[in-house]
């Protein structure tokens, strides 16, 4: 008679042990880079509406300088709310003139005017606070001359 040699070739328990923790280390390494990636690129995202909101704000400014100029009247006959005494403004588009206007606001930041909500995909102020966003603007307008009535 012949012996029939059993030879064993299973895993053991460590070895079982072992293996899941190498496989959760490796799923939650991967979960955790998400995560950082998902946060990072929402901040990127934020960072970049944030300049381009600042940036549409000096355009609007720039907007109605430069008409003032063309027209050859002051700032303050253009926009009726501008004095060269008052620094803080929120420039507020107006859908009917389609034309920019300054809108004076208090020296508050977290007041309620400077802030931009979402209408039709589009950042706009003065509009009920049905859909509000992260976002605030307020431009900060001084004169470059030495004298403010003169300017």
């Not at 328990?13 to 929402?42: C, D, H, R």
């Not at 003032?68 to 803080?88: D, G, Q």
């Amino acid at each position: 008679m012949r012996k029939i040699k059993i030879i064993a070739r299973g895993q053991t328990l460590l070895e079982v042990i072992i293996a899941i923790g190498l496989v959760l280390s490796v799923l939650i390494s991967i979960s955790a880079l998400v995560t950082i990636n998902t946060l990072s690129q929402k901040g990127s995202e934020n960072k970049i509406i944030a300049l381009n909101l600042a940036r549409e704000g000096i355009e609007a400014f720039r907007q109605l300088r430069d008409t003032a100029r063309m027209r050859k009247i002051t700032l303050a006959a253009l926009a009726a709310n501008y004095s060269p005494t008052v620094h803080l403004y929120v420039p507020y588009f107006e859908p009917d003139s389609q034309y920019w206007n300054l809108v004076v606001v208090p020296s508050d930041f977290n007041n309620t005017e400077t802030r931009l909500y979402m209408l039709n995909r589009l950042y706009r102020h003065l509009i009920a606070p049905t859909n509000y966003t992260i976002f605030q603007r307020q431009l900060v307008i001084d004169p470059i001359c030495s004298d403010s009535t003169q300017c």
